[in-house]
């Protein structure tokens, strides 16, 4: 999981967790890395430099050179979900880096429907388990909605660790 510290990368950390993956969690830097193995990860790694072992799946959120490194890490058969591009550069991948595997690998946009068709129903289980206590829904910012141009400013400038939350009325 690649940006695992935002607020995306969060709960998918939880989602993989609770769902009995084996969860390396990937941040930018130590301080951004706190407080990811209470959220389920197994392993922490401060950038993809270090990892050297073929992963089965790659959740990405931050696109560019971090989604081609990811691509590269995945084992015969493995899938890359892009679900972000924080990074705001393109990803270009090498030439031939897509050729050779007996087993193709994958890389699927969540944009694209990635198989998700029925997002009532996946809201609703979300819910079920931010209730339950088992998925925690951290909140970084919290104000009235005459702020709501501080709350993007601070998730712009990535400041903000958790969710925003607007107070309306």
């Given at each position: 999981m690649t940006g695992a510290s935002g607020g995306v990368g969060g709960f998918a950390v939880q989602l993989a967790a609770l769902g009995g993956a084996y969860v390396?969690?990937?941040?930018?830097?130590?301080?951004?890395?706190?407080?990811?193995?209470?959220?389920?990860?197994?392993?922490?790694?401060?950038?993809?430099?270090g990892l050297t072992e073929p992963v089965d799946v790659v959740i990405d959120t931050v696109g560019g050179d971090q989604l081609i490194a990811s691509y590269t890490l995945l084992a015969p058969g493995g899938t890359l979900q892009s679900v972000g591009w924080a990074s705001g550069h393109e990803a270009t991948l090498p030439v031939g880096s897509t050729l050779g595997s007996p087993v193709p690998k994958a890389i699927v946009s969540v944009y694209n429907g990635g198989g998700l068709t029925d997002?009532?129903?996946?809201?609703?289980?979300?819910?079920?388990?931010?209730?339950?206590?088992?998925?925690?829904?951290p909140v970084g910012w919290r104000?009235?909605?005459?702020?709501?141009?501080?709350a993007v400013e601070a998730l712009g400038s990535r400041r903000l660790r958790g969710k925003a939350v607007l107070d309306v009325g």
């Open positions: 390396i969690a990937v941040a930018g830097s130590e301080e951004s890395a706190r407080g990811l193995t209470d959220l389920g990860a197994d392993e922490v790694a401060i950038g993809l430099a997002r009532q129903a996946q809201l609703s289980r979300l819910l079920t388990l931010v209730a339950a206590g088992r998925l925690r829904v104000g009235p909605w005459g702020k709501i141009a501080d």
